[in-house]
């Protein structure tokens, strides 16, 4: 995603076919001996109240039209060459639940996944005491997603950002472009300004696709969101339809995104420096002094830009200064895009990264931090949004990995800290 705007939900059992890491929520309700209807399944359990650890004395499996699927006995099989179960039931809502006993799980759970992925079952593991307990469930067929609709929107988004560098272009005063444009392709100029916000979206939302893909995750190509000016765009999503399967998955599908945005910012911010031109002191102070031309300092530009500043990445002759362009301003764009990402909030790629890293509990505290942080920085109206978007979608939950239990790998922590530093470096007052 490169600006929010995911339907992002929480199932109490992790499903299919949502918007990028979020859940649909599996309905089930159950009364002894009848028949229980969970992701259009149906579970028949008959004689069976609660918790029963006696398989002989159950009779449990799932039915469809047109296959047939394993029976608990069979189920237990297949768990245990993964795992050592100590347990076996069928709880109230139909769901088979293995006890297993507590051990390093991540690569054991992965290789389960996949001995249920040709029965379309999958299942979840979550800590139970001084065991661990493994919950297996129906998968969700994904729904179909027609290009053709990514196709329009991206064609769509391109022409409202292009729109949008006409409208910013010349809308300068004729000074400003006679004086600092007066020897350069203004076409060229457009062009560059919308190829540098479509280029940096786009290649955001490829670190989400290439994370999913990596992980064999299906996913959607981007959806594109045209806008107005001064941007052309709200960014972009893509729609995952499989969960992640542990934290490390989990992380990597949060960091994934702004991390490419990141470099992809940094390098239109070099070359925006590289193609800046270079105008007389004395003309610049003349058009500081108008107010046709101003000095950007941190808060209000991105720590980013600052540091690139005082980088030797193009001499400046004496008494001439680089006057930055539309370019650079895209730049900025990039910056803010990847800082609203990346903040530790509820559902958006920081929050996701946060409840790989520090849990359930941590991920709660972060998304307060977070929500109070965009607002001091006078981002109030997107931290209302996602107050919004949290209590009518299940509330602080964060997304959960299939795997709650393995914890995150030695790499994935040390890139945690590397997300803090872009965070600090994208952030910028409005």
């Known amino acids: 995603m490169s600006l929010p705007g995911r339907d992002l939900q929480q199932a109490p059992y992790p499903a299919q076919d949502r918007c990028l890491l979020s859940l649909v929520p599996s309905h089930a309700t159950s009364d002894c001996g009848q028949s229980i209807r969970l992701s259009e399944v149906v579970l028949r359990s008959n004689g069976l109240n609660s918790r029963n650890p006696t398989l002989s004395s159950v009779s449990w499996s799932f039915s469809t039209q047109d296959s047939t699927h394993p029976d608990l006995t069979e189920l237990r099989r297949i768990v245990q060459l993964r795992f050592n179960v100590t347990d076996a039931y069928v709880d109230e809502h139909g769901i088979p639940n293995f006890r297993v006993n ?22 979840s593991v979550r800590p139970d005491s001084d065991q661990l307990l493994i919950r297996i469930f129906q998968r969700i067929q994904a729904r179909r997603s027609n290009p053709f609709i990514n196709a329009v929107l991206m064609f769509a988004t391109i022409g409202t950002i292009l729109f949008a560098s006409y409208s910013l272009t010349y809308s300068m005063d004729p000074q400003v472009l006679k004086t600092v444009f007066g020897h350069l392709n203004l076409n060229i100029q457009i062009a560059m300004f919308a190829g540098s916000i479509f280029g940096i979206i786009a290649l955001h939302e490829s670190g989400h696709k290439l994370a999913a893909w990596n992980h064999r995750m299906d996913s959607t190509l981007p959806y594109f969101i045209p806008g107005p000016p001064p941007f052309g765009t709200f960014g972009a999503v893509i729609s995952l339809k499989s969960p992640p399967a542990n934290r490390d998955q989990l992380f990597d599908l949060g960091f994934s995104g702004p991390a490419v945005g990141f470099i992809a910012t940094m390098a239109v911010a070099i070359i925006s420096v590289l193609t800046a031109p270079l105008v007389p002191e004395a003309q610049v102070q003349s058009l500081v002094s108008q107010g046709l031309l101003s000095v950007q300092v941190w808060p209000k530009t991105p720590l980013l830009m600052m540091l690139l500043s005082y980088l030797d990445i193009r001499a400046v002759p004496p008494g001439q200064t680089l006057v930055l362009t539309q370019v650079a301003f895209a730049a900025e764009i990039g910056a803010l895009i990847t800082f609203l990402n990346i903040v530790p909030a509820w559902q958006l790629d920081g929050g996701h990264i946060m409840r790989a890293a520090l849990g359930p509990k941590g991920h709660r505290i972060a998304t307060g931090i977070g929500l109070v942080g965009l607002a001091i920085a006078g981002y109030w109206p997107f931290a209302l949004l996602i107050l919004i978007m949290m209590f009518t979608r299940g509330g602080l939950t964060g997304v959960e990995p299939l795997d709650d239990v393995s914890s995150l790998s030695k790499g994935r922590k040390v890139l945690f800290v590397l997300a803090i530093a872009v965070l600090v470096l994208c952030f910028m007052m409005f």
């Open 102 to 123: 507590r051990e390093a799980a991540k690569d054991k759970f992965k290789a389960l996944i996949g001995d249920l992925k040709p029965l379309q079952l999958s299942a």
